[in-house]
């Protein structure tokens, strides 16, 4: 049983271009969780997906910032017209059931990206 | 405001030493704590979690402890080891919430 699947590892854009970052949860595992983490600094949610629906979205920027869970294939993170500040460390964790039980959350290891 | 705030930010001890990590957390309502730890350029891994009423869990050399009323946990490491260097990280839930601390930075010296 794979461990949550994230790629690319490390992604280089340039200003204004668009990031894709998918992320596949362990198997079995339907709740999809997105974090950044900037350097010397915690994990900050970004937002809560189960299959077809986004549950939670309220660490995601207004703007630019997309994501979704369909009901066939990974999770994808999408990130439009990227800028420097953008760049950062993006885990994926998945999990059975909702974090706030006592399930165990399992992290990928994470896309690096990097906007130059 | 619900927040988890972690101390020492970094910890240099030699190999073979005891260590003990802190947490203090504001969430609430709450619903369990968890001790990840995370490599350098890898993703956390779990290693505990507690609800509210249990005051203690061990997993190997590392044990955890939750004083919900003052609400605080600490994470002792015991006999360390140089793979025990890496990033230490508390995380507090409540029913609709996940706050990450930031981390204690723990190095571990030959």
């Known amino acids: 049983n794979a461990g949550v699947m994230q790629n690319p590892r490390h992604l280089v854009r340039r200003r204004g271009q668009e990031a894709r970052l998918r992320c596949s949860p362990m198997k079995g595992h339907s709740h999809v969780y997105w974090y950044r983490q900037l350097p010397e600094e915690g994990l900050k949610f970004m937002v809560y997906l189960q299959k077809e629906n986004i549950i939670d979205e309220s660490g995601m920027p207004k703007e630019r910032f997309s994501a979704e869970f369909p009901k066939e294939g990974p999770s994808i993170l999408r990130i439009q017209q990227v800028v420097r500040g953008d760049s950062a460390a993006y885990f994926c964790?998945?999990?059975?059931?909702?974090?706030?039980?006592?399930?165990?959350?399992?992290f990928g290891s994470g896309t690096q990206l990097s906007v130059l | 405001k619900n927040q988890v705030e972690q101390s020492p930010q970094s910890l240099i001890i030699l190999e073979g030493k005891n260590c003990t990590l802190q947490?203090?957390?504001?969430?609430?309502?709450?619903?369990?704590l968890r001790w990840y730890k995370q490599d350098t350029g890898r993703g956390p891994v779990s290693l505990t979690i507690m609800t509210f009423s249990e005051n203690t869990k061990s997993n190997g050399r590392y044990t955890a402890t939750l004083d919900a009323d003052t609400k605080q946990s600490s994470l002792h490491i015991t006999a360390s080891q140089l793979s025990d260097s890496a990033s230490y990280i508390c995380v507090v839930s409540g029913p609709d919430k996940i706050i990450f601390g930031k981390g204690t930075r723990l190095h571990i010296l030959p």
């Open positions: 964790a998945s999990s059975r059931q909702e974090h706030s039980t006592n399930e165990k959350l399992f």
């Open positions: 947490c203090n957390y504001t969430v609430s309502p709450f619903s369990n």
